[in-house]
């Protein structure tokens, strides 16, 4: 009853978090000037008529046959537009300054570009997650030894440096010099290919070296200290070798801090794809939401900043109901 309790009080506290941060996210794009740009082959007409018909402008200055003016309906009029075509149709919008989604609904692009943001991101954690692990339960076992002052020096390194240095690091040494890899991703819908796939690895380890450091950092420092509490000397003088202690009582105590760390971590890495895939050409959402930054393309910055909004969010919420279930002592929202 009190988890139900916690978990529905922290749903509330996240909608309203989210409503109150894409409302100032409405607000602030609508301040910003409309940018129609008049491009060879496309009618700028239609696209201000198209604005018009969203409920965003009105009441157009003609010079000749081209608007060259209007007028804008009062934001929270806007707003509560936006609102009525999500709610009752559907429609998040349509591309309107971006050249190649331009007319083109946001939210069948956005579904289109998310799997290979996905992939990366998941594929960054699987190859992270037990090389971070196995590196920090090493150091853990080695404390004050030359192997544990080895790992600290890598992990204080790859911490130290942002995933666009490994970008640049890896595209010259794997891409350019070794040719192991394409330096772009592949094009295409085959994601599970092995061609796929290995053009995929560059951006994938540009996202996991950091977090391999930050599971080995976290694994570490938990994991030493429980080594030497009183239970593990329990464990022992009961029989069990040390290894058997480890695996059995030291990481499973350890885990009720290294597990939620996953999932921050997790979230750090697709949130840090942004620029990765712009680097390595992923037709990611990543890319997508940096170009409608640049473009002021502005139904695309509401749909993508309420994706990574919601997403992180919604790992706050995991990460902290993660902790009931690995310790059956805590119980979220007790007195």
């Known amino acids: 009853m009190y988890m139900f309790k916690y978990i529905m009080k922290r749903l509330g506290l996240l909608l309203l978090t989210f409503c109150v941060i894409m409302l100032m996210c409405f607000v602030l794009i609508k301040l910003l000037p409309i940018v129609v740009t008049r491009e060879q082959g496309v009618d700028a007409n239609l696209i201000y008529f198209k604005l018009q018909e969203r409920g965003y402008i009105t009441n157009f200055v003609y010079e000749g046959n081209l608007i060259v003016g209007y007028d804008r309906v009062p934001i929270m009029k806007q707003l509560?537009?936006?609102?009525y075509?999500?709610?009752?149709?559907g429609d998040f919008g349509i591309g309107f300054t971006m050249g190649e989604y331009k007319m083109q609904p946001v939210w069948d692009v956005f579904v289109e570009k998310l799997p290979p943001t996905v992939l990366i991101n998941i594929y960054s954690t699987?190859?992270?997650?037990?090389?971070?692990?196995?590196?920090g339960i090493f150091a853990a076992l080695k404390k004050?030894?030359?192997?544990?002052?080895?790992?600290?020096?890598?992990?204080?390194l790859?911490?130290?440096?942002?995933?666009?240095?490994f970008a640049v690091v890896i595209q010259y040494v794997f891409c350019y010099k070794l040719d192991w890899f394409p330096l772009i991703m592949d094009g295409g819908y085959d994601y599970f290919s092995w061609s796929m796939f290995k053009s995929m690895l560059p951006a994938v380890l540009s996202l996991?070296?950091?977090s391999i450091a930050g599971y080995a950092r976290f694994t570490r420092a938990e994991l030493s200290e429980v080594l030497t509490n009183d239970f593990m000397l329990l464990a022992r003088t009961k029989g069990l070798t040390r290894g058997q202690a480890t695996f059995r009582h030291a990481m499973r105590n350890s885990m009720v801090v290294i597990f939620p760390s996953i999932l921050?971590?997790?979230i750090a890495v697709l949130s840090g794809s942004l620029l990765i895939e712009?680097?390595?050409?992923?037709p990611g959402v990543g890319k997508l939401y940096l170009d409608s930054i640049t473009s002021q393309d502005y139904d695309f910055f509401m749909l993508l900043s309420g994706f990574y909004t919601l997403v992180g969010l919604l790992a706050g919420i995991v990460i902290d109901i993660s902790y009931g279930f690995i310790d059956p002592r805590i119980r979220m929202g007790a007195r």
């Open 80 to 83: 509560w537009n936006y609102l």
């Open 278 to 282: 712009s680097m390595f050409s992923v």
């Open 264 to 266: 921050s971590e997790f």
């Open 208 to 210: 996991c070296l950091g």
């Open 126 to 135: 699987i190859i992270g997650v037990p090389i971070g692990l196995g590196l």
């Open 144 to 156: 004050n030894k030359w192997q544990d002052q080895v790992i600290n020096v890598i992990i204080i």
């Open 85 to 89: 075509n999500i709610f009752a149709h």
């Open 158 to 165: 790859l911490i130290s440096l942002p995933s666009i240095v």
